[in-house]
């Protein structure tokens, strides 16, 4: 019996294990794509939640109103102070003319609006913030300068949208280790029965010699393979999947407001997650599930 590393031969003898016990392997590589599904379409839900909140994010701004007794060289120069204050992303005046087309166009339906004088409303400052977790502090920063009348800002509905990205993480990253704990546990049982269905032909090769190197690596290079094949597969099925939903999404006008993440953006980061996982699934499961078997 040859005792030495020999890559060539555990290829080979993996390789060929695989159409030997077809029916087992094929039950392995079911469980890994149901698996890795599974884990998949909750982390494209988590990938999709994070652009939704990044988005209402950056949409989320607040009004300076400008103190109506300064110059226009006063109005420059309010407006190149509030530029500088630490977080503000983007800065944008508005005339009083610029702030009633907007307010009539949110309301084409109520025609009484439409003869409001201009004096009604105020120059102002519309404010874009970079990190949404410190609108507040930014909003005070606003407010202390000289020439700043009032601010409206809607400080409730920023603070809401941080809570709401922490818990959407912290949910989205426990489920996904607890479907990756249960994923494991599930395959490297099914590893397992495969195994217990081949521990005479195990048993033979101790008796003639073999180290636990030699009979464990064919084991750990057929659990690498089917992890493989069943990470490919799970790809494409999920691709189609998240496919056919998106289409959907895209088509309908009521949830078309939802931008979705297209795939053709993060296929190379979910196939790569997808081989790693199966990959590391199927050889290292192979590897734990054959370890009793190995003292006869």
Known sequence: MRKHFNLGYFIQEGVRSIFTHGLMSFAAVCMIVACLIIMGSFSLVAINAEQMLSQAEAENEFLAYIDESLTEEEVAALTRQVEQVPNVAQVVFESREEAKAAYLDGHEEEGL??????????????????DLSQFGATVEQVRALEGVANIRAASEVAEGFVTVRNVATVLATALVLMLAGVSLFIIANTIRLTTFAR??????????????GFVRWPFVVEGFVLGVVGALVAFGLQWGLYQFI????????ALG???????RTIWTQVLGVFLAVGAAIGGIGSGFAIRKFLHV
């Open 257 to 263: 407001m939802f931008p979705l993440v297209p795939f």
């Open 113 to 130: 609006y439409v003869n409001i004088p201009d004096e009604v409303f105020r120059d102002r400052l519309s404010i874009r913030v970079s």
């Open 246 to 253: 998106y289409d959907g999404v895209i088509a309908n006008a």
């Open 199 to 212: 521990r005479e032909e195990i048993a033979i090769m101790k008796m003639c010699g073999a180290t636990n």
